[in-house]
C-alpha cells in the first residue's frame, strides 16, 4: 500500500541538489510536493520530475514568517534541506541552519506536522567549526520541541550535481596538483544522493518517528583516497601536495574573497573531525537498504570531465 499518496509534502531547499533526487523519488510515491524558493524561474528544472501540477515552486524568503506558517499549516509533512557551506553578508550559519529551523519548528509544533530535517554527519562532535554548530543547535531545538520529528545526518553526499567531486575534477583540468587539505586525513563515508532519498522514502513510508539516523556508504575512505579514487576514474595523473593545516588556512584567506570559495576557514574546521558513521542503530541497515559504492558511481557522472 502507498500511505504517502496525495499527501501535501513541502520541501524548503527542495531546488538543490539532494532536492531534485528527492523529489523524483516522492512523485513516484504520487504525493503532492510544493517547493518554497528564492527564485521559482531558477526551480523550473524540477516540473517535468512530476506529473502536471504536481510539483509547484513557490516564492518564499526565509525571513517571510507569514508565508512560513501559511505553508506549515497547509502541509502533511514538512522537509528542510536548506542549508549553506559557508557564509555571506546576509546568510550567516545562525540565521539559514538556526533562526530558520526555529521558527519553522514554532510552527510545526502548532499545527502538529511531521517533520524530516536533514542536518549533517559529526555536528554533535565538531566543537568549533560555526557549521556544524549552527546545525547542531537546531537538532537540538527540533528534539526538544516536537513531538514527530526525524533528522537525518548524512556523510558527504555524491551525485551527478555534487559540490566536492565535480569541484576537485574541475580543478584538475586546470591544476598540475590537487590539494591535500590539512594533510588529506579526514576520513570520510560518502553516500549516494539516491540512497540518501531512499532512504528518507522509506522513513516516511514506515511512519518511524522521533529518531536520529546517520546515512554513510558502505566504504570509509580519507580525503586522500577520494582524490585518488576522482584521478583514477577520470584516468588523469595529478600530484597530490600536503597542505598543513595553517598553509590551508592561508589558502582559506584568499579562497573567502571570491564569490564561491573552494575552502573557507570553518571548513578546516571540519575536516578536524572524521565523518564517518558511529554508535547509532538508525542507519541504512535499519531500513534495509544497502547502500552503493562511490567506486561504481562517480565513473560515469564525471566522465565529462575526462579527456580521451
Ligand atoms: N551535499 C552534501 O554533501 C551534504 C552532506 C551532508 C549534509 N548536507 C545537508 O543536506 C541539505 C541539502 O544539501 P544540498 O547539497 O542539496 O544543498 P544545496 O544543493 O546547496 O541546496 C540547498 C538549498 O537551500 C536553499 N538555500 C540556501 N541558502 C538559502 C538562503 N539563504 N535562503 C533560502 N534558501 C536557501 C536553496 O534553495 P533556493 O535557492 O531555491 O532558495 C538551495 O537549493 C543541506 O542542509 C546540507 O547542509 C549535504
Known amino acids: 500500500m502507498n500511505n504517502l499518496r496525495n499527501l501535501k509534502i513541502t520541501i524548503f531547499g527542495g531546488t538543490g541538489f539532494l532536492g531534485r533526487h528527492l523529489i523524483k523519488y516522492l512523485c513516484n510515491h504520487e504525493c503532492i510536493i510544493q517547493v518554497p524558493t528564492r527564485s521559482p524561474a531558477k526551480g523550473y528544472f524540477l516540473q517535468p520530475l512530476g506529473d502536471v501540477g504536481q510539483i509547484n515552486l513557490i516564492k518564499f524568503d526565509l525571513s517571510d514568517n507569514k508565508k512560513l506558517k501559511n505553508l506549515v499549516e497547509n502541509s502533511d509533512i514538512i522537509i528542510n534541506l536548506v542549508g549553506i557551506l559557508y557564509e555571506k553578508k546576509r546568510n550567516d550559519f545562525i540565521e539559514v541552519h538556526y533562526n ?70 574541475q580543478m584538475s583540468l586546470i591544476s598540475p596538483f590537487l590539494p591535500l587539505i590539512a594533510g588529506g586525513t579526514t576520513k570520510f563515508q560518502p553516500v549516494y544522493v539516491e540512497d540518501v532519498s531512499k532512504g528518507i522514502v522509506t522513513i516516511l513510508k514506515k511512519d518511524i518517528k522521533n529518531k536520529i539516523f546517520e546515512f554513510g556508504g558502505p566504504d570509509i575512505f580519507s580525503f586522500k583516497e577520494l582524490l ?49 558513521v558511529l554508535d547509532t542503530n538508525y542507519t541504512f541497515k535499519y531500513l534495509d537498504i544497502s547502500p552503493v559504492s562511490l567506486k561504481l558511481i562517480i565513473p560515469d557522472y564525471l566522465k565529462r570531465f575526462k579527456k580521451y
Do not use: C, M, W
Open 100 to 169: 530558520f529551523v526555529k521558527k519553522l519548528v514554532d510552527h510545526i509544533k502548532i499545527y502538529k506536522k511531521k517533520f524530516v530535517q536533514v542536518s549533517a554527519l559529526g555536528v554533535n562532535k565538531s566543537k568549533d567549526s560555526l557549521y556544524s554548530k549552527s546545525k547542531n543547535q537546531a537538532d537540538i531545538y527540533i528534539e526538544k520541541n516536537l513531538e514527530k520529528f526525524l533528522i537525518i545526518r548524512p556523510s558527504l553526499i555524491f551525485g551527478p550535481e555534487d559540490n566536492f567531486f565535480n569541484k576537485f575534477a
Open 228 to 276: 585518488q579514487i576522482l584521478l583514477e576514474s577520470l584516468n588523469r595523473k595529478r600530484l597530490l601536495i600536503y597542505i598543513p593545516k595553517r598553509g590551508a588556512v592561508l589558502l582559506a584567506k584568499f579562497f573567502q574573497l571570491l564569490p564561491n570559495p573552494l575552502l573557507t576557514e570553518d571548513q578546516i574546521k571540519l575536516l578536524e573531525n572524521d565523518n564517518i
